[in-house]
């Protein structure tokens, strides 16, 4: 049994290899080379932070109890991976020593950088009182992040855990900040530190996610499949369509990028 579940698990990384390393590869990183660059990629970005807290919290809810009266969820290993996420993601600390969110530690690090927050606190100001479809429209969501999200929740209104967990672990942060540390350390030597709390932002992403993240994400795919040889076709799927959509829209946001005029 051990054996089948560790060939599953290297299996689905080696049937989406090619859009791991399409995305790996895609000219978007090389082409963030100037402060208006940055911005217009934060801009978008920050939508994507936003939407992966969607996806851990909908684990968490499937994983753990979140609700009152409690009832035990008879998991214990799913519900300890799911917290010890769950408590950096939701808790982490920010470079001045305060508890925040990575989300929040993106946003403040948005505004440090000079870029524009108002779009993404309308919509989050929005989802009081509306639904996601019309919060994403009513706040002028770029074309492009409004795209992204919906793909994501596609699979999250499926409520197939498996399919979440692969999305958490293929298709999310585990692969992006090691493109961009030299970028924004370039910026921030030509500025007057106003990157700072970003490329923060990505240092501890790094260190979470190759130290802490990705091998209790990959763990967690384990256990949700099982044996169930489904649920690993399925979970390659969504796999390298939840790839496929973060490289349409690092193609959407390099598109931008490319109307802005030279200095």
């Known amino acids: 049994m051990f054996k089948l579940l560790k060939n599953n698990l290297l299996n689905i990384l080696d049937e989406t290899q090619n859009e791991r ?28 932070v936003w939407d992966f807290m969607s996806v851990l919290k909908s684990l968490q809810r499937e994983f753990t109890c979140v609700q009152i009266p409690w009832r035990p969820k008879n998991n214990g290993t ?3 991976l799911l917290n010890e996420i769950v408590l950096a993601e939701e808790s982490d600390v920010d470079r001045f020593g305060q508890h925040l969110s990575h989300f929040e530690i993106y946003y403040y690090a948005m505004k440090e950088a000079g870029a524009n927050t108002k779009i993404i606190e309308n919509f989050l100001g929005q989802l009081d009182n509306s639904d996601l479809l019309s919060s994403l429209e ?26 979440t967990a692969t999305i958490f672990t293929l298709g999310r942060e585990e692969i992006i900040p ?54 690993w076709k399925e ?3 969504c796999g390298r369509n939840i790839i496929k959509s973060r490289i349409k829209f690092w193609d959407q946001i390099l598109a931008e990028i490319k109307k802005t005029k030279p200095n």
């Open 21 to 48: 390393d399409e995305l790996k590869k895609h000219p978007l990183y090389k082409s963030i080379r100037t402060e208006k660059h940055l911005h217009i990629f934060m801009e978008h970005h920050v939508f994507a």
């Open 78 to 80: 799913l519900s300890r």
């Open 138 to 163: 009513k706040s002028n969501t770029p074309k492009a992040a409004k795209k992204f999200v919906l793909d994501t929740f596609k699979y999250i209104d499926l409520n197939a855990p498996h399919l």
């Open 235 to 237: 979970s390659i799927d």
């Open 178 to 231: 090691n493109m961009f540390r030299e970028i924004v350390q370039d910026l921030n030597n030509n500025s007057t530190g106003k990157f700072k709390s970003f490329i923060y932002y990505l240092d501890r992403h790094i260190g979470l996610d190759e130290d802490e993240h990705t091998p209790l994400a990959l763990r967690m795919i384990k256990e949700i499949c099982g044996d169930d040889e489904l649920k």
